[in-house]
């Protein structure tokens, strides 16, 4: 994979997809709360709109490191397949050359 093509799975990572939308509604909707609590001097209605927005972004990270997870774990399931087929030298070889690049 090219460098432009792996930077636009990491950023695809972030923005929302179809199913993040009952998250990033709550969200909305306790930010709006906010701001019109903010407008109208209710200490109350700001409280709520904070607790409510806190909850829809929290819930929506919670998803967003989910997927991160299973990437993970696909990509990690991958590695060690392709790693099983090599022989012990060069499976050697290559975990040398891995750790070199993750330590320098």
């Known amino acids: ?3 432009q093509n792996q930077a636009g799975k990491r950023g695809s990572a972030i ?3 179809e199913g993040d939308a009952p998250t990033l509604a709550l969200a909305g909707f306790g930010t709006l709360a906010f701001v019109f609590g903010l407008i109208r001097g ?11 927005a806190a909850a829809g972004w929290g819930l929506y990270a919670r998803g967003k490191l989910a997927e991160r997870g ?25 975990l040398t050359d891995i ?3 993750q330590l320098g």
């Not at 209710?42 to 409510?52: D, E, H, P, T």
């Not at 990437?71 to 030298?89: C, K, Q």
Request: hydrophobic share 45%.
């Open 15 to 17: 923005l929302p997809h």
């Open 42 to 52: 209710s200490w109350l209605l700001r409280l709520l709109g904070l607790g409510i």
């Open 1 to 3: 994979m090219d460098g």
């Open 99 to 101: 750790a070199k690049d």
């Open 70 to 94: 299973a990437r993970i774990d696909e990509a990690a399931s991958t590695i060690r397949s392709e790693l099983e087929d090599l022989d012990p030298v060069a499976r050697a070889q290559v």
